[in-house]
Nanobody, 124 residues
Framework: QVQLVESGGGLVQAGGSLRLSCAAS????????MGWFRQAPGKEREFVAAITWSSGVRYNADSVKGRFTISRDNAKNTVYLQMNSLKPEDTAVYYCAAAGRVVPTRSVSGYDYWGQGTQVTVSS
């Protein structure tokens, strides 16, 4: 089992920045690929970013390229999502997820463990 707890969400004006954190406990964190997803009201959960266990490969959704950066610190069992140049359409509940696989996937079904989510609201 892996337990995931997100933090760092909040209310920010358009153009601002936030850094989300996801603290993991349980099984060896460093062996899991990690991902961030988000879900806006009335919409399906969508992929945001993912990173391999070694941080060697990172993936981003087209909608956040150049603005969001995923990173991880295996010594601290934590994965981060740095979000810059935020837009109102980034408003959503953000979830981190862990996948027991080498190569992360963009699919919700490819992840084994999920956090409870943290709300990000971007005002115009």
């Amino acid at each position: 089992q892996v337990q995931l707890v997100e933090s760092g969400g909040g209310l920010v004006q358009a153009g601002g920045s936030l850094r989300l954190s996801c603290a993991a406990s349980g099984r060896t964190f460093s062996s899991y690929a990690m991902g961030w997803f988000r879900q806006a009201p009335g919409k399906e959960r969508e992929f945001v970013a993912a990173i391999t266990w070694s941080s060697g490969v990172r993936y981003n959704a087209d909608s956040v390229k150049g603005r969001f950066t995923i990173s991880r610190d295996n010594a601290k069992n934590t994965v981060y999502l740095q979000m810059n140049s935020l837009k109102p359409e980034d408003t959503a509940v953000y979830y981190c997820a862990a996948a027991g696989r080498v190569v992360p996937t963009r699919s919700v079904s490819g992840y084994d463990y999920w956090g409870q989510g943290t709300q990000v609201t971007v005002s115009s």
